[in-house]
């Protein structure tokens, strides 16, 4: 059981790395920010589901409560992001390029706390992979 949430919890952990350092850099650099956003809200809908998979999963095949405690909370987080931040997220993005100001301040506070969440549920996720792979 270890083995395989180690896995399912690797998996989350380097899918959280390439998404956030490479796959959004790259995405924005290539086709901009219009075309970049329009790819990233359909990449968001893959992922975070992905993402409820292997943490939720990897939370229920944990054998140390701690362990799978912290990656439940991970899942949660990913589940609060997909349900609740990102539907807000597009429906501001979608106000404030129409020009509505007061939308581009609640999008640019909303998306600040979904860049937190993640950052948090990242280091959350590496200290229960380093905590499964041991000393």
């Known amino acids: 059981m270890m083995t395989l949430a180690a896995l399912l919890s690797s998996l989350a952990f380097g899918g959280m790395a390439f998404f956030s350092f490479m796959l959004a850099p790259l995405v924005f650099g290539k086709l901009g920010k219009a075309e970049g956003a329009r790819f990233m809200r359909d990449a968001f809908a893959v992922y975070f589901p992905a993402m409820i998979g292997l943490t939720g999963f990897g939370a229920l095949l944990a054998p140390p409560f701690w362990m799978g ?27 404030r390029d129409a020009g509505d100001a007061k939308a ?26 380093a905590g499964m792979i041991g000393p």
């Open 69 to 95: 405690a912290l990656l439940g909370l991970v899942a949660i987080g990913f589940v609060l992001a997909h349900l609740l931040l990102r539907p807000e997220i597009i429906r501001l993005s979608d106000a």
């Open 104 to 129: 581009a301040a609640s999008f640019s506070r909303l998306h600040g706390l979904s860049q937190g969440l993640n950052l948090a549920q990242f280091i959350t996720l590496g200290f229960v992979v």
